[in-house]
């Protein structure tokens, strides 16, 4: 999948976000969008250790984390942190969402 323009992500952001009053709100109907369209699991690369994207998660901070496993251990990684594969998953449009959004609402 090609990179979307920013009028595709920002229409993204719009779908997820149209009925939500706070950010709070926001990150949640993102991360719903993200369970519904996101391919999972997915293998990427993560400081030159292959890992596999088991699921998403919302964390204590509000920050939507992958769940990686890989060489025998497990770790939370930011959305907005992690590499993507060259083989890109159906549904990572909403990863690039999730970039954008949280870019513009200060890194959450």
């Known amino acids: ?9 920002q229409a993204l ?9 706070n950010e709070d709100e926001q990150v949640t109907g993102i991360f719903t969008k993200l369970e519904e369209n996101l391919e999972l ?3 990427t690369e993560v400081l030159g250790v292959t890992v596999t994207v088991q699921r ?3 964390s204590a ?12 251990t497990r770790q939370s ?4 942190d992690l590499p993507l594969p060259t083989r890109r998953p159906d549904g990572v449009e909403w ?3 999730y970039r954008r959004w949280s870019g513009l609402n200060g890194g959450r």
């Open 1 to 9: 999948m090609n990179k979307r323009n920013p009028a595709q992500v």
């Open 13 to 21: 952001i719009e779908d997820a976000t149209v009925d939500c009053y």
């Open 41 to 43: 699991p997915f293998e």
């Open 56 to 58: 998403i998660d919302l």
């Open 61 to 72: 901070t509000g920050d939507i984390v992958a769940i990686c496993s890989g060489n025998g």
């Open 77 to 80: 990684i930011p959305l907005y």
């Open 95 to 97: 990863i690039e969402a």
